[in-house]
T-cell receptor, first 111, second 112 residues
Framework: NAGVMQNPRHLVRRRGQEARLRCSPMKGHSHVYWYRQLPEEGLKFMVYLQKENIIDESGMPKERFSAEFPKEGPSILRIQQVVRGDSAAYFC?????????FGPGTRLTVT | GENVEQHPSTLSVQEGDSAVIKCTYSDSASNYFPWYKQELGKRPQLIIDIRSNVGEKKDQRIAVTLNKTAKHFSLHITETQPEDSAVYFCAASKKNFNKFYFGSGTKLNVKP
């Protein structure tokens, strides 16, 4: 029973490039959450998606960030025109009722 | 919206002692309170959770208590071991399939 999968695990981008982070939920889970974690800090909610629907994107920056969870395939968090401040660990979690299970994270470094 | 505060930010204990981490929340509608353990460079792992219809829950050396009136909940680790060293996060959410509001984390160091 595979857990939550994320790839890539590490991603390096130059300022101005695009970053695409992928998340495959656990089997049987249809709810995906994305969180951002800065070094030495807690996790901050970004967006909550179900298949083909964005349920809550109140934590997403208004510009450059977008997320999707298509009918087929993984959920994708897209960051356009990355800046140094986007460097962080991005975790996704999938849910069965209340409990959320986290993936291993993608560590994004913007140079 | 919900605001979760967590204390202390760092905690150092001797192996075998107990450790207690406390969290408060602001939204009385919150009804699910999980605790996560995160080792350096790893994913947060769910270690225990409690729902608002229960006052206490225990799993071996770990227990969580909830006081709905005061809006606070606590994690208790007894007989600590060096492998308990990690960052612990509390969280609160309102209902099924809802976002978590996380505390800022407690770095626990268990000295051998």
């Amino acid at each position: 029973n595979a857990g939550v999968m994320q790839n890539p695990r590490h991603l390096v981008r130059r300022r101005g490039q695009e970053a695409r982070l992928r998340c495959s939920p656990m089997k049987g889970h249809s709810h995906v959450y994305w969180y951002r974690q800065l070094p030495e800090e807690g996790l901050k909610f970004m967006v909550y998606l179900q298949k083909e629907n964005i349920i809550d994107e109140s934590g997403m920056p208004k510009e450059r960030f977008s997320a999707e969870f298509p009918k087929e395939g993984p959920s994708i968090l897209r960051i356009q025109q990355v800046v140094r401040g986007d460097s962080a660990a991005y975790f996704c979690a999938s849910a069965r009722q209340d409990e959320q299970y986290f993936g291993p994270g993608t560590r994004l470094t913007v140079t | 919206g919900e605001n979760v505060e967590q204390h202390p930010s760092t905690l150092s204990v001797q192996e075998g002692d107990s450790a207690v981490i406390k969290c408060t929340y602001s939204d009385s509608a919150s009804n699910y309170f999980p605790w996560y353990k995160q080792e350096l460079g790893k994913r947060p792992q769910l270690i225990i959770d409690i729902r608002s219809n229960v006052g206490e829950k225990k799993d071996q050396r770990i227990a969580v208590t909830l006081n709905k009136t005061a809006k606070h909940f606590s994690l208790h680790i007894t007989e600590t071991q060096p492998e308990d060293s990690a960052v612990y996060f509390c969280a609160a959410s309102k209902k099924n399939f809802n976002k978590f509001y996380f505390g800022s984390g407690t770095k626990l160091n268990v000295k051998p």
